[in-house]
């Protein structure tokens, strides 16, 4: 019988004691540096690192494979006869043994990885560690600590069409952009102890399955002051930061970043010479940036992100009211762009930075447009007439003033606000309708959601663009949503 992990956590596995069961997890090997195993832990999530241990006995078990198993990139289902353990000297509540994998290949040479060595080892639940940097996947190449894709196994994404057979919207001259992504688990864990080890995720593979071309990646840089509510509806600062701190947390951001383009073996892409170069030809990536927290006020670091990290899109404020301006999701303090934002905006345009204003409130917006002498981005939102307070989406006049600068509102998926795709390009045409088909974008912030959204994967990317052909748009009008306004604008500020 199948068995979820909240039977575990709850302990209401025990009256299954000595049943056959099927469990989805995410296999740990207890010797990180071997291929297959017939002894390992199998955790409810994915590791932190390769050789890290869930210190939690209700969220992991101890597994007894029938044949070696190859360490697998996803979760894999196992098999087996549950036990209930008393008192393990290990420190294990549950067991599965007489384990087969249903989904990884079986091995025929056995490996001696026995539990009585992994007991003399020390590494016994509770006493192991996370060894930092010794498994992340931008500091070796490694790939056996690789998180799987979430969406890759996710049923609902295997019958997307591919671009091949599907994608009828899509021209010679289509040219498909994200403007707002987090994909491949660019940001580092709010959880400190995973902090930048947290694993990647495939981020090429599904771009080239969906026919995406370019995504603009974005670090955050006011994770580790923000937490999400208790009643994980929203995210918010919860403390002030350390001088320097969020500097800092930009710079181990910016290397996570480009250490996941070159483990995709991407293209950055930094101007408008090399969108046409390579846009098209392979995935690429824009650097971005979601929060201009990491200046700490200072203006040069504009540049400094400009020349040294190929920062080319910056989303002024995030979930800090920041040196920059105000935000939708807290009281407004600084009456919207501070003097210090506006200079921002300036510097930006004069050395060739997408500014974006999305998580900024109306007043910030609207000093932002007075400013800019490019177009702006608003990279993820949606309309609302009345949006209530705090809420992350924009009113008509909102959507307006960016429109106005020959800018584009990026529509993103939140469940919270569209039931499906379908929905999401009702959504994007609500936008055209108000402001013209030319001014409306694609922001899937992947990866950036509390709860799942209902575009998760680029392998959806065909379905959005058939949807919108539903919803009337034509051809041409499906690739400006997908790609060619964003194009405009991003050329018209990187030059
Ligand atoms: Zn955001
Ligand atoms: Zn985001």
Not at 1 to 8: A, G, K, Q, V
Not at 40 to 55: E, I, N, S, T, Y
Not at 168 to 193: C, E, I, K, Q, Y
């Amino acid at each position: 019988m199948p068995l979820d992990w909240s039977s575990i956590r709850t302990g209401e596995a025990d009256s299954l004691h000595g049943t056959m069961i099927e469990l989805c997890g995410w296999m740990i090997p207890l010797d990180p540096t071997a291929d297959k195993a017939d002894y390992f832990v199998l955790a409810a999530d994915a590791p932190c690192c390769g050789g890290c241990l869930p210190r939690d006995p209700l969220s992991c078990v101890e597994v007894f494979a029938t044949v070696p198993c190859a360490s697998q990139e996803r979760a894999v289902t196992l098999r087996g006869r549950l036990q209930r353990l008393i008192d393990d000297p290990a420190g294990w509540r549950y067991q599965l043994v007489e384990a087969s994998p249903l989904d990884c290949q079986p091995d025929p040479a056995p490996r001696s990885a026995s539990r009585r060595a992994f007991l003399a080892s020390g590494a016994a639940l509770g006493l192991a560690a996370c060894a930092p940097g010794r498994f992340a996947g931008y500091t070796e190449k490694s790939d056996a600590a690789q998180a799987p894709d979430p969406l890759a196994s996710d049923p609902r994404n295997q019958d997307a069409p591919t671009p091949e057979n599907a994608s009828n919207w899509r021209t010679a001259d289509t040219l498909t952009m994200d403007m707002h992504s987090h994909a491949g688990r660019v940001t580092v864990s709010r959880n400190p102890a995973i902090g930048a080890n947290r694993p990647f995720v495939p981020l090429a593979a599904p771009m080239r399955a969906g026919g995406m071309n370019v995504v603009c990646l974005a670090i955050v840089t006011d994770t580790t002051v923000t937490h999400v509510t208790a009643d994980r509806k929203r995210i918010e600062a919860w403390r002030t930061p350390e001088d320097g701190e969020l500097y800092a947390l930009s710079q181990a951001e910016f290397v996570r970043v480009h250490a996941l383009i070159q483990r995709e073996q991407m293209q950055v892409v930094t101007n408008t010479a090399s969108l046409a170069a390579n846009g098209k030809a392979g995935p690429c990536a824009i650097i971005a940036a979601e929060g201009a927290d990491f200046l700490e006020g200072r203006l040069e670091r504009v540049d400094e992100a400009y020349s040294l990290h190929q920062l080319r899109h910056l989303q002024l404020t995030h979930y800090r009211v920041n040196e920059l301006g105000d935000i939708q999701t807290e009281p407004p303090i600084h009456g919207g762009l501070t003097d210090f934002g506006a200079d921002v905006v300036r510097r930006c345009n004069s050395l060739g930075i997408v500014v974006d204003v999305a998580h900024g409130t109306y007043d910030l917006v609207r000093r932002a447009a007075d400013i800019t002498t490019k177009p702006l981005i608003l990279s993820h939102t949606a309309l609302a007439t009345h949006p209530s307070a705090r809420s992350r989406l924009i009113t008509p006049d909102h959507a307006r003033i960016v429109a106005g600068t020959g800018g584009v509102i990026g529509v993103w998926p939140s469940s919270g606000t569209f039931h499906d795709v379908q929905g999401m390009a009702n959504g994007m045409k609500r936008v055209a309708d108000l402001v013209g088909v030319e001014h409306v974008g694609l922001g899937t912030d992947m990866l950036g959601f509390i709860n799942p959204p209902v575009f998760r994967s680029y392998e959806q990317l065909p379905a959005l663009g058939d949807v919108l052909m539903t919803a009337g748009f034509s051809k041409e009008e499906v690739g400006m949503i997908l790609g060619g306004n964003y194009r405009r604008v991003f050329e018209a500020s990187v030059g």
